[in-house]
């Protein structure tokens, strides 16, 4: 009886692992992915214009909807999903860093860029950096 009950909890559990919708996962990928179009073309304006020169409003205002598309998209990322993609088998860190580091950037960066907050805009970058670091090594544990 106690190697049938064994088997039926161990059923169960591996059902619900595999079939556990993870669709929130998308949004994470989303997310990554929005944040990077908007460094790319503030980068390619870099790449341009050098360290002189002025950004334009339209130049600003995509700068800033990038960064807001990229927080929404982490806003429906559920911290179940993170903890079960983090490889850790004890201290699951990935949900608390997209919260401290990536999430808490873009808000900063967003601040910044609206309030014309230099200072708030390099605890952004210093953030995001922080945040593209850890989930570098993260990835290689993947």
Request: net charge positive; no cysteine.
């Amino acid at each position: 009886m106690r190697k049938l009950y064994l088997t039926a909890m161990f059923f169960l559990i591996t059902t619900q692992v595999l079939s556990a919708d993870r669709s929130s996962l998308e949004y994470f990928r989303l997310s990554i992915l929005e944040i990077q179009k908007g460094l790319s073309f503030e980068d390619s304006i870099s790449q341009s214009r050098g360290a002189k020169g002025t950004l334009t409003r339209s130049e600003v205002r995509k700068i800033i909807n990038h960064s807001k598309k990229s927080l929404e998209y982490s806003k429906l990322v559920k911290n179940d999903d993170l903890d079960w993609m983090d490889p850790s088998l004890f201290f699951k860190s990935l949900s608390k860093n997209y919260e401290n580091l990536f999430r808490e950037g873009l808000r900063l960066k967003i601040e910044a860029w609206n309030e014309g907050d230099p200072v708030k805009g390099l605890k952004a970058n210093r953030l995001l950096n922080e945040w593209g670091s850890y989930y570098k090594k993260m990835r290689k544990k993947l």
